[in-house]
Structures are given as structure tokens and as C-alpha cells.
DNA sequence: AAATTTTCCGTGTGCGTACACGAAATTAAA
DNA sequence: TTTAATTTCGTGTACGCACACGGAAAATTT
């Protein structure tokens, strides 16, 4: 029962290694009949390179890249530590890995930096593509090039990617929905919060939205509750503050709105805003494990949060790359993590990733 | 910007490789004088092992073996593909791996198979501790023999494991409660269910408890739902139905339990029952996704459950062994998984971990 | 001082693969 | 048929490390 190797295979067909090697790695100079020989011998003795010899005898190193915004954005961290951390591992197999980034609302910046991983030819990219309109050309480019690329955290429909690793932002909603739903009783009313900006893209606002109305409109019993939508385009406390004082006192029984739904990680902000409005048992749902929104889901301003495994998607963007790449498997279209639904008691276990 | 080889520290100390090799190993036969100078020049070069290289050098196979139930007890099943799915990555650094299977209440045969386990003399195990009485004395023959251990799910506090990777039970509980708080009014009752048995292990059901309790004891607000607790020591569907109908009885209003946490993953007998019985609108909250579980999930007939990340918890075992006698890293003594919410919604996403 | 032991160290080979180089075999051109 | 041009293949070396072997140097004994 020991390994198959290069030999074993070379001496089954009578021939010699450096035969072997040209046929499996389609290198030509080899007869048509040998050629077939060698591919079945490989067939029968069952034989499977060994990634380790392969890659130490290899001198070429891949080069990865990853285009992102900056860790000035608190949402960005995680998953470039999860890059660098898959980075960590995969390094003895002789890969590289730089990555590019960008200030997060700089639309130019970002196609600047993605036509320059594209000019420096990598072997394999690794995309956060927070802007969507214009994207085709400079993708089209990368692709002419034969650069594989994997889509983290958002997706962009109309491309040839190789995986999509992150979240499905509808259903995300209709998990929030479910929760709200649970806590709040029957006649109460429900809010939801999209802090949109006109900069920025907000496709997965809108999806996470329509999820949370899907819910209220399927699930049987649960379409009693009254829904009001606010499209905020601020990120002033004072303004946050009266836009909900307002919309709080139009309701007649103001003790009426009893949930709020955030649709990203600005739940802080609305966290902030119920505080210095002096409401109370509200209950609020929004996304991500920033530093603001923990604290407020540690003192129970805020009741859920939802999670998007940030740091996996980082780490596993780059994984897809080696498996497609440098084991040569086949990956997922669609790698969706799952949607992480934390509150005080289980936030702990969540931290890191 | 060129890796260091040992051949790099072996040019700068003026020796051979074969010298620098044998301080690397601490294989003796060097001077004081000239180890000295190996060793600054390796932190001074900031030389590490390639990995690669060493395991395709070493002909030598470490051996890993694990201890778990057999794979009838549907739980068991997802940690079995966990720790292969982490065999298959580091099998090409020359690691075997062989499964010591027991039936799930055989005392006897769990502790035959870990002797047995002690005498095949292997470089590292996994043990799912089902059973912890009597755990001391073939536990300690591993230790003798310098065989380091992770134990997995379980944990047994009285000895020097290497690891632990699984859930904090007693934290999960309090997850329950507070899932169970929001979901029901004020003035609602709650029943524990625990499923206990004579030849299992229970501890980890006491810590669930106790968490559920610990919270509505220091929730502020919570204490004003009563909780009642049930031990069954059966699994036969008429008596599960009398037990509930006998409790639901006992109440003066049969409508004020309102909610149901079972203390594990039987909490499908519960749903099965409560159907029975015609009892709707109670809110059911247990563990595990096992197949039942998830239908009567996706039913809406159970509200919650909490994920263990079963497949997770074989995976992190094994790679959790390699990184401490491979890689030769420092490995945290405890890792503790999320403890996932899951519900109807979101549970597609968690069928795999 | 020679003989013996002990300590210390260098050299060489192999792990399984990649790839360059050149030789042999085949085909085409003369 | 001879020669040149191609095609096809074998050999050798390298990747970074582990380890066996044996030899030189130092220490110890006669």
C-alpha cells in the first residue's frame, strides 16, 4: 500500500519519468501512442501527484492579489485578516499575495487599482466589488488576461467569476424578519432603517429589505404588523435623532413601534439615537460586529445582530483560489456562509470570525 | 527578499548542513561553542523549517487515531466527516489515520477501544469522552506513553488534554433563554425538558440547564416567568405524551406554558408529541440539526435550535493535532465553537458544519 | 608518544517532482 | 543512400530537508 509515484507509472509503461511528466502537464513532445499509454497507466495505478513535491521542486511562485477597501472602513479588518491568514497557510507552496486597496467610497481609486492588479498579471484575483456600474470593462480585461477571480462579499451577476464567497443578503433579511416577529407582539409596528448613500453602492440594502417584506408577506399569521420604511441619507446624530422623533410622533400611540430593522452595520447609530430620545423597549436588529454595535448589544440597546463571517470570507476567497489553482479542483458557483444571528449571550464565540 | 534555507545558516557559521541540522533536532553530537552560533544565526536570518521540504524528506507516517460512537447515532455522524475532511488536507504530509468506532452506550467497548488505541501507540488522538467515569486510569496510560490528546464535543476537566474543541454548554443554555424570553409575553411559563439517561453521560445537559436558569436569575426583567422542569427517562412517544399532558394538565390556565427547552437534540420527540396532543403556539427550542430536527424546523413546529457545528468539531480536532506536532504550534487549550441560532430561515446555511 | 576512545563534524544520498539539455529515433529533403 | 530537419524521449540536476556513514580532531588511556 505505498504512494504511486512518477516512477512507479514510468516504469509500468516503459518509459522514463521526464515522459511521464511531459504528458501530465500536456507539455507535447510526446507520440500519440505513448502519450495514451502513459494516461492510462496513471488511470490504473491510481496515481495522484504529490503536492509537496510538486510545489518544492516548482520554482515559480503564484502571485494572488485582492482588491478591497481600506481598514479605515471598521467592516474591512476582518476579512483582510482572513486573506492574510489563509495567506499564511498556503505560503510554503510558493504563493505570493499583495493586496490593493482603497478608500471606501473612491469610485475612481477603485478601478485605478483593479486595471493595476490586471497590468501586473497575477495568477489568481480576489474581488470586493462595492462598485457595480462600470465594472464590466476593466473585468472583461481580466478575464481577456485568463485571470481566474473570486467575488468576497458582494456579487456582480453579469461576470464569468469563479465563486461567489459571502452572504445571501435576501434571506438575510427574512432572518431578521423571523426575529422581529418573534419578539414583538401582534399590532405592533415595525420599522426598517436603510441608510443609503449616494456614493456607495446599495444593491444588498435593498435585497436585505426585500427579504425582511418577503417574510411579513408569506409567513402565514405574521402579516398583522404595520411596516414603515425610512431612507436616510445622513450619518449626523442630530439628524438621525429627528428623523426618528419625527417618524416616532406621526404614530398616534407612539408605544406602537416596537421593532427596528437596520439594514447594515449603522445600527449603532440608531442605537445612539433611541438612547438620547429616551426610548426604550424598542427592539432593534441590524448587521455586524463593529466594535459600537457590540457594545451596544452588550448593554441590550441593540437585541440582534446579524453576522456575515467576515473574516471567513476573506479567508476562504483565498482557499478557492488555491483549490482552483494549485489543486486543481472543482469549486462552488455560490459559496454562502451562513447568517449568524448573535445576541449578548453568544456574541463571545463570534468575535474572530 | 530570497527564502533562507538551512544551508544559508549553515554558510554563515561557517559549518555544514549536516551540523546545523542536528542542533535543529537537538540531535546531540555538536560542540557547545558551535550549537551556540547555529542558534543566533537562525533567529538572526529569521530561518524557519520548510515545511514541505521536512515532510517529503522524513519517510516516517505519523499516526492519528480517534475515538468516537458509531455513526448509528445520527449526531455522530458530521464529526466523523469533520475529522476526515481534515485528514484528506494533511494526508499529503505523510499522516495516517485510523477511526476507533464504539456503540453509543457501551461503556465497556468505549473503553476497550481507547486501550486499545494507548497499545497501537499512535502520535496523537481524538476522544469524543462520552463516558468520564473510570476515564482516569486509561487516560493516564496515554499520558506515559507522551501521547498527546484533543478531546472533541465533550469535555473532561481532570487531565491533561492537549485540546478542547466544542461548544460552552452552559453559555448555549443561557442562549436558549434569552431566545425563550423575547419569544414569550410576560407572565408566561417555561418548561425544561431534559432527556436523561442511566447509561449516558448527562453532564453537559446539567450545564445547559443551569445556564437556562443562570440567565432568568440575572436578566433583569426575566424573573417574572415561572420555569418548570421535567426528567424523562424514556424515549417511547406515549409516555413523552402522557408526561406533557399530565404538566400541561397541572396548570390551572393549560394556556401559560408557553415555551419548551429541551436540553438536547431529542427535542424532535417533543414536536412529535405536542402535535399529538394538539398543542400549537407553544414555542420549542432544542439542539442539533439532525433530520427530524430539521423538519420540524422547517414546519415551524419547532422555533429554535441550537448548532453544535458537529462537522466543524472533527475538522478543528485533527487540524488541531497537526498544528501542534507538525507545525509544532502553540495551540489554545480551549476552542470554543459559535453556538449557532438557527431557525427556519437561515438553517439551509448550516446543514454542512 | 603511540594507541585507543570519544567528541564533533562534513559528505552523500534520497524523498517526488519539474525542467533543461542533449541524444536517439523518425521523417523529410537532397 | 546520405544528410538535414524534426520529433520523441532519456538523463541529470535542483528544490530544501533528514539522516546514515565515515573521517578528522580532540580527549583519554596505555
Known sequence: MTKVTILDIAEHTGVSAG?????????????LKTREKVLQAIKKLNYEPDILARSLASRKTLRFAALLPEGSNPFWIKPAEGLNAAWREIKPFGIAFEEYRFPYYHKTKFY??????????????????????????????LEDSGIPYVFMNTQWENSNYLSFVGQDSMQSGRVAARLLDYCIPEGGQILIFNFISSKGVNSHLQS???????????????????????????????????????????????????GIFVTNSRVFHIANALEKIKQANIR????????ENIRHLRNSRIDFLIGQKPFEQG???????????????????????????????????????
Open 112 to 141: 485605478r487599482q483593479l486595471n493595476a492588479i490586471t497590468e501586473s498579471k497575477p495568477d489568481g484575483v480576489v474581488i470586493a466589488p462595492v462598485f457595480t456600474d462600470l465594472l464590466q470593462e476593466p473585468l472583461q480585461k
Open 208 to 258: 436585505r429589505e426585500q427579504g425582511f417584506m418577503d417574510y411579513f408577506m408569506s409567513e402565514p399569521g405574521a402579516g398583522k404588523k404595520k411596516i414603515l420604511t425610512i431612507n436616510a441619507n445622513t450619518q449626523i446624530n442630530k439628524d438621525i435623532e429627528d428623523l426618528l422623533s419625527y417618524h416616532l410622533g406621526l404614530i398616534s400611540n407612539p408605544d406602537e413601534i416596537t
Open 19 to 31: 515522459t511521464v511528466d511531459r504528458v501530465i502537464h500536456n507539455r507535447g513532445e510526446v507520440s
Open 315 to 353: 479567508y476562504k476567497s483565498i482557499i478557492t483560489l488555491f483549490n482552483a489553482i494549485v489543486r486543481k479542483k472543482e469549486v462552488p458557483e455560490n459559496q454562502f456562509l451562513p447568517i449568524d444571528i448573535i445576541t449578548k449571550e453568544n456574541i463571545d464565540f463570534y468575535l474572530n470570525l
Open 284 to 291: 432593534l436588529v441590524g448587521y455586524d460586529l463593529l466594535d
